[in-house]
């Protein structure tokens, strides 16, 4: 099993400018998130979803979007990209049922974005 | 509100000086409290959960302990491969969302040969 997969692994994008970030896991999780990682604030929920076709807002969605159009993919799309933006962009995805017992959320490796 | 403080910020030992990262937590109810590991430029990695009050856990060098307001991670005669930042993280019983979890800022650990 890959996991949890992550492209691209870096990007830098012009204010203004749009794209995706794409997260893939192999495992059949149901449940899957968007997280933001800045110095010094921890990891900040963007978005979740809790299953094929739903998505929520986290601590801190705006300027993001989100779709879950397969179970196995989740989608983060900034259509306007700040320099605001500018951070590590982590995936994690978990069984409703805890795969092991204990819940534990499964990340992906990141995306590191850079908006000038 | 939901919070999750953690410290120190950053901790330097010498190889074999056992120390312990602390994570104070204040939550409507814990469903669960997280550790994990993360190394330079990758994604957190899963060390432990721990439930309810005075739970502890083990994994070679390292065990965590739960309080009802904090949780320590213990790390016994650390070698250089443990360096990396400690995360910890607590899932509200109470929440709106699915699983949901509130991250600390972490504890940087080097530990010098």
């Known amino acids: 099993n890959a996991g949890v997969t992550q492209t691209p692994k870096f990007r830098v994008l012009k204010t203004g400018q749009s794209m995706t970030l794409l997260c893939a896991q192999d495992?059949?999780?149901?449940?899957m998130y968007w997280y933001r990682q800045d110095p010094g604030m921890g990891l900040r929920l963007i978005h979740y979803?809790?299953?094929?076709?739903?998505?929520a807002k986290g601590e801190v969605p705006d300027g993001y979007n989100v779709s879950r159009l397969k179970k196995q993919n989740f989608l983060l799309g900034l259509e306007s990209a700040a320099p605001s933006q500018t951070s590590v962009y982590f995936c994690?995805?978990?069984?409703?049922?805890?795969?092991?017992?204990?819940?534990?959320?499964?990340f992906g490796p990141g995306t590191r974005l850079t908006v000038l | 509100e939901d919070q999750v403080t953690q410290s120190p910020e950053a901790l330097r030992l010498q190889e074999g000086e056992s120390s312990s990262l602390n994570c104070s937590y204040t939550?409507?109810?814990?469903?669960?409290l997280f550790w994990y590991r993360q190394d330079p430029g990758k994604g957190p990695e899963f060390l432990f959960t721990?439930?309810?009050a005075g739970e502890e856990k083990e994994k070679e060098r390292l065990k965590a302990t739960l309080t009802k307001k904090e949780s320590f991670l213990h790390i016994t005669a650390p070698k250089p491969e443990d360096s990396a930042t400690y995360l910890c993280?607590?899932?509200?019983?109470?929440?709106?969302?699915?699983?949901?979890?509130?991250f600390g800022t972490g504890t940087r650990l080097t530990v010098i040969p």
């Open positions: 994690a995805s978990i069984s409703r049922q805890g795969s092991s017992g204990y819940n534990e959320q499964f």
């Open positions: 495992m059949n999780h149901e449940y």
């Open positions: 979803s809790v299953g094929e076709g739903t998505t």
């Open positions: 939550v409507s109810g814990l469903r669960g």
């Open positions: 721990l439930y309810s």
């Open positions: 993280a607590v899932e509200p019983r109470f929440q709106t969302g699915a699983n949901n979890l509130f």
